[in-house]
């Protein structure tokens, strides 16, 4: 991590799972712990907290007494409307003082398209994140992950500490 200039050491490093290489990411981060955790977005009836600390297998087979690592469980729709919906769309009507995200005016086409690719959408009688086919949201993912670890470890990294996760 480089900061005007000065390189500083990076104290923690969040790996979204992805859905289509979990076990490799799972057990990359074990072998990198405690610097490297796996990230899961849950949606609808699976939150039951914004964000929380639990025991995953690093293998699909491992069962319940196979080896585990620690992975961040957090509620992805809640992250996303506060990025999409609050931090972007709901700037202007923001207090003083609230937190805004701001992008250069020169910002790239394709960075813009990409980051607002995915989109609140009615589907039949419900309320869904969308993402149209053909189209990627690798950048609007990784804003909205860098929110997840400033939720997670932001005042830690303001005092410099930075302790192994744990369950309550």
């Not at 923690?12 to 979990?22: A, F, P």
């Not at 964000?51 to 297998?57: A, L, P």
């Amino acid at each position: 991590q480089v900061s005007a200039g000065v390189w500083h050491p990076c104290h923690i490093c969040l790996v979204d799972e992805g859905g289509t290489r979990t076990w490799e990411v799972r057990r990359r981060c074990s072998g990198l712990y405690p610097v490297f955790h796996p990230i899961k977005g849950t949606g609808g009836i699976q939150v039951t907290h914004s964000m929380k600390w639990r025991d995953f297998g690093l293998y699909k087979d491992g069962g319940e007494d196979g080896e585990k690592v620690q992975a961040l469980v957090y509620d992805d729709p809640g992250f996303k409307y506060l990025l999409y919906r609050t931090l972007i769309l709901g700037r202007r009507r923001a207090a003083p003082g609230d937190p805004k995200l701001y992008f250069p005016r020169a910002v790239a086409e394709g960075f813009a398209r990409e980051l607002c690719s995915e989109h609140l959408e009615k589907v039949g009688w419900k309320w869904r994140w969308v993402v149209p086919s053909g189209a990627m949201n690798d950048y609007g993912d990784t804003v909205k992950e860098g929110l997840i670890a400033w939720a997670e470890f932001g005042a830690m990294a303001e005092r410099g500490t930075f302790p192994v996760p744990v369950n309550d």
